[in-house]
């Protein structure tokens, strides 16, 4: 088995794990909410509905690619070196997940991953609660690190996580308070992705690289790998959003135009009070307009603007990514991670 | 100044400073929302409105009472011995708090200590994540305590923190799952009120001697007095819901028996399956009912029953107290607020 598929598996029984602290007789409905939401039970549960595990399996590539001694790890006698970092890996999908449900109360959201959303099927109180308790569990799973860690390791990666969590509801907060303004321009881009894309992805690179025991130098090389990765993908995510296959074609009304989203290529494009921003300003775009508007876009540079943008953070991440030097099967399977995210051949 | 008036003062400025984290330029909004909630800005801030603090106090006059030497303290020279565990207190405030945020959308209330609830001012989107922030600044609070406490300390609290909250979102799950049910008995009322009261009290007095110091058995001796002194002033604060002045007269549309609360006078009377019972299952009680209804609950023995469970957690309580020996003023003065909580005269 590789390396990717034995780090998958121990992520997802860690995370059944976490998660079973709700599996209790009174609270089995509760409990139910929460194994739905991570994709093992309910309508279509399976690889589909729990989505890459890219996050977790980001901790833990790091963590073992910290290890200079692979040898470490040939000793099938002993576990691998990066197992015991597993409860930082499920810490940060218990994360992203409390903010997917969150997320999708406050989007009015009726599906995700094809599936119905935690608030339609239980109603939005119950399904702010569920949130709250994915969120208490990523802290309960942070913490637990105790089991393998010395104290201060745990509060490093605590500590990471928090901030974290605080750059998350920033950007939250940026996101829904944008849906009200109509004099949005690229400067406003930054601030809002940092929080909701990148804040995380470098948490999960930061604290890989803690529980990895890298010095100073290498844990913020991490860091920055992660943050850069992160950005590029945000960017990368948005010109498929619509330029991508589905976005333009069949599956129009899953275009970023029709869903009004602030996205790079449109911030850019507001900015520059054009054609695109009058039709922009002048309310929803609909699924049949998708192709034109999409179009006058790109005429207007938004689609080139944001592939250069996304080039030069994919750049600084590989940069970044070559500074913090990682070892071993670990290094390489990250770098492929890398690639695969950002849509690049190597 | 007293000491719990000092106590007070530096719960006040640490909550300050903790939820300055979001005092930026481009989330002022943001930062208003939780500010406006503290109870330090907006229509009616004040005293009024930040209510009594009375867990966060709870935390420091444990600590303080863990004290032995107490003479530590009347150097003036230095800071007194509580002070450095005040981030913990204003961590189970903020955990407060942040569930109240939470309820208010959960139950549709638009009042709060007579002001409009976060939801209501800016929006049920907004207001979930307002609470998240919250709930990210108490973990924040508590892992900040690395500052002045040992890193085993300050793992040691967090874990009682989170394992507080997930009591918490228990609890809460309990109280939203019941309503839907017409065949609850005494028996749902502690799982429920556990996660819901007793659990963050439990955490103030457990947390607070874990900073204090004190040794496993002075722990869990406050352990426990905080658990059953959050019964007692649960069960206590269920009798005035029903039986208590502002319940009884004028402003009898605040009765728990309007509100349909799950309280332990009526659960015990719904098990009776009498006169009480049959009114409540046809639906909900008008304030011109009040009065009789609150006669009949009262008849059937709801009553009484919920003074004696009263009696008995305040005894277990005060009984735990005295085996956890608090020393000097602070001490004194945690007697005095449980008496006040418990609306006992010494």
Chains 1, 2 share one sequence.
Request: charged content about 20%; aromatic content about 8%; proline content about 3%.
């Amino acid at each position: 088995m590789n390396i990717q598929k034995t780090m998958l598996q121990a992520i997802e029984e860690e995370l059944q794990r976490q998660v079973a602290r709700l599996n209790q007789p009174r609270t089995s409905r509760f409990y139910e909410m929460l194994t739905y939401h991570m994709g093992w039970t309910g309508e279509g549960a399976g690889s589909e509905a729990t989505g890459k595990r890219i996050r977790p399996l980001l901790v833990l590539l790091t963590t073992a690619a910290c290890n200079v001694n692979e040898n470490l790890d040939s000793d099938t006698s002993t576990s691998p070196y990066w197992l015991r970092a597993v409860g930082g890996a499920a810490a940060v999908e218990l994360v992203h997940n409390f903010s997917l449900v969150h997320d999708d109360i406050q989007d009015n959201s009726d599906k995700r991953r094809g599936r119905h959303t935690v608030w339609v099927k239980w109603g939005a109180p119950m399904a702010i609660n569920a949130g709250d308790a994915l969120f208490v569990i990523a802290n309960q799973a942070i913490t637990g690190l105790i089991e393998h860690y010395p104290a201060d390791v745990v509060v490093k990666a605590a500590t990471i996580l928090n901030d974290t969590c605080l750059d998350l509801t920033r950007g939250q907060f940026l996101d829904m308070s944008y849906e009200e303004r109509n004099d949005l321009n690229i400067e406003d881009y930054w601030p809002m992705v940092s929080g909701k894309t990148s804040a995380l992805l470098s948490a999960c690179t930061h604290i890989g690289a803690v529980l990895g025991n890298a010095d100073e130098a290498g844990q913020e090389a991490y860091r920055l790998f992660g943050y850069h990765l992160g950005l590029a993908f945000q960017v990368q995510d948005d010109i498929l959003g619509i330029w991508g296959n589905e976005a333009i074609t069949g599956k129009s009304a899953a275009s970023d135009l029709v869903e009004g989203k602030n996205s790079l290529p449109i911030l850019y494009a507001l900015g520059k009070h054009g054609k695109f921003a009058q039709r922009w300003n002048q309310g929803p775009i609909t699924a049949d307009e998708v192709k034109t508007v999409a179009a006058q876009l790109e005429a207007e540079g938004g689609r080139s603007y944001a592939g250069e943008v996304s080039e030069k953070e994919t750049q600084k991440a590989l940069a970044y990514l070559e500074k913090a030097n990682p070892h071993g099967v670990a290094g390489e399977t990250m770098l492929e991670l890398a690639n695969m995210l950002l849509k690049r051949n190597q």
